[in-house]
C-alpha cells in the first residue's frame, strides 16, 4: 500500500512556474513507478509525466514536453513536477499516482491531488 499526500499547487500568471511535490508513505517506493495526472474542469483525466522506478526513463505528454520535468528522490520518498512556461491550458487539478508497472494506464494509487490555476 502506498499513501500520496501532493503539495506545491497554487495560482501563477502565465509564463511562470511552479515546482509540485508528492510525498509518498511506506518502505517500497523505489519499487513504483510515478506519475502525474491532471483533470481539468468539464475535461477527462490526462497523464502528463511519469518516470521509472530508479529515474532513468522519463516520458511526457505532447503538451507538456519541454516544459514540465519528472524528477524523483527515492531516498526521500518523493516525486516531483517542475512546471516551467504555464499556460492558462495547464489550469488543472494534479494527482500523483503509482503503480508497480510503468506503462499501466489508470495507476494503482492514487493522491488526492493539488490545484493548479495560470490565469492569462
Known amino acids: 500500500q502506498v499513501q500520496l499526500v501532493e503539495s506545491g499547487g497554487g495560482s501563477v500568471q502565465a509564463g511562470g512556474s511552479l515546482r509540485l511535490s508528492c510525498a509518498a508513505s511506506?518502505?517500497?517506493?523505489?519499487?513504483?513507478?510515478m506519475f502525474w495526472f491532471r483533470q481539468a474542469p468539464g475535461k477527462e483525466r490526462e497523464s502528463v509525466a511519469r518516470?521509472?522506478?530508479?529515474?532513468?526513463?522519463?516520458s511526457y505528454a505532447d503538451s507538456v514536453k519541454g516544459r514540465f520535468t519528472i524528477s524523483r528522490e527515492n531516498a526521500k520518498n518523493m516525486v516531483y513536477l517542475q512546471m516551467n512556461s504555464l499556460k492558462p491550458e495547464d489550469t488543472a487539478v494534479y494527482y500523483c499516482?503509482?503503480?508497480?508497472?510503468?506503462?499501466?494506464?489508470?495507476?494503482?494509487?492514487w493522491g488526492q491531488g493539488t490545484q493548479v490555476t495560470v490565469s492569462s
Open positions: 518516470i521509472s522506478r530508479s529515474g532513468g526513463t522519463t
Open positions: 511506506g518502505r517500497t517506493f523505489s519499487s513504483y513507478s
Open positions: 499516482a503509482a503503480d508497480l508497472e510503468f506503462s499501466v494506464g489508470v495507476p494503482k494509487y
